[in-house]
């Protein structure tokens, strides 16, 4: 009961259409069983903590989908110096490169065409995604620096709540020594009062 | 550099100007250092006070103390902030998914001489690239493309979600420094 309460002060992490709310509460459900948090800001801690896992994991499903949509270009690319004959401006294959490199998607056969072609030049399929690693370097490089920060940010949050959790800690031992030596005062005082009624 | 006469001259002539003096000149004036609004006050709108005050309620618990309720009320305001900043990263995507793009691109001086051309000479004005039409049919693809044309906002708003991060970390330990969170509540 508690915990609803909580959690509808704290503002709602706005999805993308196309994301899963219900994936979402199920990492936000993980986190919580493990940090176990107590209280309205070990709960804002942790909703940080989701919202900063939930954006790396948006990021990092982006980089693969960059790679993998620069493929056609970088496949088509590539195959332009390789498939000019001696005498022949690349602009003469372009046709050609574009309808292989289409193909390579659907077409085992213009698949298998396209590898023989590479291996002429000692080259493999890993060449089509340095390739595309290269053309989307600019990207990809924005996207490495967003995920770099999310992360220290996340280890930052978690650090915060370690480091919440011992200043309360400390705040408890220093409020329990307080507690004690006032009783210890108390005693003295009564001890005295006992001593002045006997004399 | 404008001599002594210039600068006098400068100034008699900016007592003369006062500024709009219409309704509207002066609403509008009142927008000119307007940006983005992620720096504005967060109690700007009635529902951000509303959920401003029942958060710093949450936090102080019943405490009546002044202090108290003052820290508590800059750790609410960093965390609307952290939201206000997510909310605006998401907005973004989604617009670009939509649209294809956030801003219309400029056309270029080649591109208007080639325009101006082509109307003089009676031919097909050619037709504007439609960024909508360049983005992916089919997810994830397209949030994807979304994503990757948004880039250089969103790592600037990353900057502001960090800084409203530190300030809530910082608010919430100057809190405790002042008094003890009852787990019990």
Known sequence: ???????????????????????????????????????????????????IVWE?????????????????????????????????????????????AQAWFTDQEAKKQVS????????????????AIRRSSSDLELLDRMLTSLESRRNKALGCVAEYRASLAQQLRESAE???????VLRLEDAASEHSTAA | ????????????NARKSTGPRSGAG???????AYRHGLTSSITSTAAYAKQLAKLVREIAGDSKDTIVLERARAIAQAEL??????????????RASAFGELDPPQLTVTQMIRFVNAFERG??????????????????????????????ELRKLDRYERRAAVRRHRAVLDFFGGMRPDYNR
């Open chain 1, 1 to 51: 009961m508690r915990r609803t309460n909580e959690l509808t002060l704290l503002p709602k992490l706005p999805l993308l259409i196309t994301e899963s709310a219900d994936e979402f509460d199920a990492l936000r459900d993980a986190f919580e069983q493990e940090i176990k948090p107590r209280g309205i800001i070990e709960q804002m801690y942790v909703h940080d903590i989701c919202a």
């Open chain 1, 56 to 100: 790396i994991l948006r990021l990092r499903r982006c980089k693969v989908v960059i790679i993998n949509s620069a493929f056609r270009n970088a496949l088509q690319s590539l195959l332009k110096p390789v498939l000019r004959q001696p005498g022949q401006y690349e602009y003469q294959v372009e046709g050609e490169a574009e309808a292989l």
């Open chain 1, 116 to 131: 023989e072609i590479l291996a002429g030049f000692d080259l493999d399929e890993s060449a089509i995604e340095a390739e």
């Open chain 1, 178 to 184: 307080r507690i004690i030596d006032r009783k210890g």
């Open chain 2, 1 to 12: 550099m404008a001599s002594e006469r210039q600068i006098a001259a400068n100034r008699r």
């Open chain 2, 26 to 32: 002066r609403k509008r004036a009142s927008r000119n």
């Open chain 2, 81 to 94: 902030d952290l939201a206000r900043v997510r909310r605006a990263k998401v907005a973004l995507i989604e």
């Open chain 2, 123 to 152: 031919r097909p004005i050619p037709k504007p690239i439609d960024a909508l039409a360049t983005m992916p049919s089919k997810e994830p693809d397209r949030s994807a493309e979304a994503v990757r044309q948004v880039l250089p």
